[in-house]
């Protein structure tokens, strides 16, 4: 089955720097990878997520790449603010019907001002 | 937006009870989907269900069981709880496309 590690566990940065977490994943199959973003209190919401036949993709001050080849995805989140401080999980897996996602052991960011 | 609520926001039990976890979305979503949350390992599937009665087990099944009678009600039942259980419960849902829309999630604590 799928298998998804995440890196670092943990990330402090000063405002107004750029963060990256990066993410593998283990099956060639999987063709849909989402980043969800976790407040305290809070359920994961998705905030940006890519399919495989792109290579990156953008929202403003968010953008995630994909390198299919080497199964590899990141998250980069630049000119950080403190609202940007939660837990960040990405995923692997298929984005159709019941297709489930596996997700990554998660990355607390700390933006500090 | 789609609303994906939680019965309980905490929970404690006693080691040994049956345990009922609700989820109720409102959407008419198909797919529904019961993960637990647990420090330093991430989100893991515990069991979801992709119509009316129907289920499927996910990664970490052992020690429980889903209800699914119908299409917005979706419950987690722990038949025995045991310490090894207390987590964070998060249920969330999807129409046929990718996006999860999670609740906001049960503290369940098995003393």
């Known amino acids: 089955g799928e298998n998804v590690e995440q890196h670092p566990s943990t990330l402090s940065v000063q405002e107004g720097d750029s963060a990256v977490i990066k993410c593998t994943y283990s099956?060639?199959?999987?063709?849909?990878f989402p980043w969800y973003k976790q407040e305290l209190g809070k359920g994961p919401q998705l905030i940006i997520d890519?399919?495989?036949?792109?290579g990156e993709k953008k929202d403003q001050r968010i953008a995630v790449t994909l390198n299919k080849t080497a199964k590899h995805f990141s998250l980069h989140i630049t000119e950080t603010q403190p609202e940007d401080s939660a837990v960040y999980f990405c995923a692997a897996g298929g984005n159709t019907g019941f297709q489930k996602l596996v997700f990554g052991t998660g990355t607390r960011l700390l933006v500090s001002p | 937006d789609v609303k994906v609520t939680q019965s309980s926001r905490y929970l404690v039990k006693r080691t040994g009870e049956k345990v009922f976890l609700e989820c109720v979305q409102d959407?008419?979503?198909?797919?529904m989907f019961w993960y637990r949350q647990d420090p330093g390992l991430g989100l893991r599937l515990i069991y979801f269900?992709?119509?009316?009665?129907?289920?499927e087990k996910g990664d970490i099944p052992e020690g429980y069981s889903v209800s699914r009678e119908k299409k917005e009600r979706f419950s987690l039942i722990l038949e025995s709880a045991s310490t090894n259980q207390t987590s964070m419960y998060l249920c969330?849902?999807?129409?046929?496309?990718?996006?999860?829309?999670f609740g906001s999630g049960t503290q369940l604590s098995v003393l």
């Open positions: 959407m008419d979503h198909e797919n």
């Open positions: 890519i399919r495989s036949n792109v």
């Open positions: 269900s992709y119509d009316v009665k129907m289920k």
């Open positions: 969330a849902s999807k129409a046929g496309g990718g996006k999860l829309f």
């Open positions: 099956d060639s199959a999987s063709n849909y």
